[in-house]
T-cell receptor
């Protein structure tokens, strides 16, 4: 069964709206979660590493003021796309390693964001 | 720079044929490599990791450091193997770098 849950699965909104996406670890605590972006027929690109209790670490070229990440608890990380525009339309996926050490990451179902 | 290359976007085979999905990497340290699979309308899920050296659903992958490759193989493809396959490399803490993916189509 799913161990990482994302909500919503699909959101359509007008340009200029801010959209929040939630990523939850269901039966384990995740001090670190990861946010990816996937364009159609392309690979997953890591956007940022979400760290519980501290600031997120963003990959080069990702605007931190555009993509706000909050990891307020050990089971929840949120990604807020601020003032979204059509070019922000994409598939956003989160993941979390389950357990300590070199555990593989478990992925959420992803959130399809469509900005009109 | 760390990079994962999957040269084939699409691989089409008939049921029962052998399958090899290619993956090459560049990494300055000691890599940890994975294969993830995404079936239609499902989430990305782990298929194999090189440190486990196991066979999952008939698939195997051997890390070849000399050739910097981690090709995914299966001797007899099944229709249910049709999916998107991603090779990934883990570096530093938990960051994963993905290849561009290969779509495997297995025809009856």
């Amino acid at each position: 069964g799913a161990v990482v849950s994302q909500h919503p699965s699909w959101v359509i909104c007008k340009s200029g709206t801010s959209v929040k996406i939630e990523c939850r670890s269901l039966d384990f605590q995740a001090t670190t979660m990861f946010w990816y972006r996937q364009f159609p027929k392309q690979s997953l690109m890591l956007m940022a590493t979400s760290n519980e209790g501290s600031k997120a670490t963003y990959e080069q070229g990702v605007e931190k003021d555009k993509f706000l990440i909050n990891h307020a608890s050990l089971t929840l990380s949120t990604l807020t796309v601020t003032s979204a525009h059509p070019e922000d339309s994409s598939f956003y996926i989160c993941s979390a390693p389950r357990g300590a050490g070199n555990q593989p990451q478990h992925f959420g179902d992803g959130t399809r964001l469509s900005i009109l | 720079a760390q990079r994962v290359t999957q040269p084939e976007k699409l691989l089409s085979v008939f049921k029962g044929a052998p399958v090899e999905l290619k993956c090459n990497y560049s990494y300055s340290g000691s890599p940890e490599l994975f294969w993830y699979v995404q079936y239609s309308r499902q989430r990305l899920q782990l298929l194999l990791r090189h440190i486990s050296r196991e066979s999952i659903k008939g698939f195997t992958a051997d890390l070849n450091k000399g050739e910097t490759s981690f090709h995914l193989k299966k001797p007899f493809a099944q229709e249910e193997d049709s999916a998107m396959y991603y090779c990934a490399l883990r570096h530093n803490t938990d960051k994963l770098i993905f290849g561009t993916g290969t779509r495997l189509q297995v025809f009856p």
